[in-house]
């Protein structure tokens, strides 16, 4: 098994910048495909950003892409999230998630690791 601990979320102004952080201990870090999830208030879960086991590929939401880049340091077995040009629309719980079997990037359903999430709140 895995832990996962997300960090780095907080309150910021549209255009801002934060970095998320998705630190993990347990098993071989570098067994596991990472994705991050959010939940905006009174919405359903939404994929954000995936990131393959060695770095590569990595896939985007179309939402987020050019404003966000996930990438891993496996040595320290974390992940993270650099998101940008933050908008009202990003505000939400982020969580990051692990999958060691097959992996389907987007699909929450099949990550199997779950961290207890980060608030994200964008004022405008």
């Known amino acids: 098994q895995v832990q996962l601990v997300e960090s780095g979320g907080g309150l910021v102004q549209a255009g801002g910048s934060l970095r998320l952080s998705c630190a993990a201990s347990?098993?071989?870090?570098?067994?596991?495909?990472v994705g991050w999830f959010r939940q905006p208030p009174g919405k359903e879960r939404e994929f954000v950003a995936a990131?393959?086991?060695?770095?590569?590929?990595?896939y985007y939401a179309d939402s987020v892409k050019g404003r966000f880049t996930i990438h891993r340091d496996n040595a320290k077995n974390t992940v993270y999230l650099q998101m940008n040009s933050l908008k009202p629309e990003d505000t939400g719980a982020y969580y990051c998630?692990?999958?060691?079997?097959?992996?389907?990037?987007?699909?929450?359903?099949?990550?199997?690791?779950w961290g207890q999430g980060t608030q994200v709140t964008v004022s405008s």
């Open positions: 998630a692990a999958e060691s079997a097959i992996w389907y990037p987007t699909r929450a359903s099949r990550y199997d690791y």
């Open positions: 347990g098993r071989t870090f570098s067994d596991y495909a």
């Open positions: 990131i393959s086991r060695t770095g590569e590929p990595t």
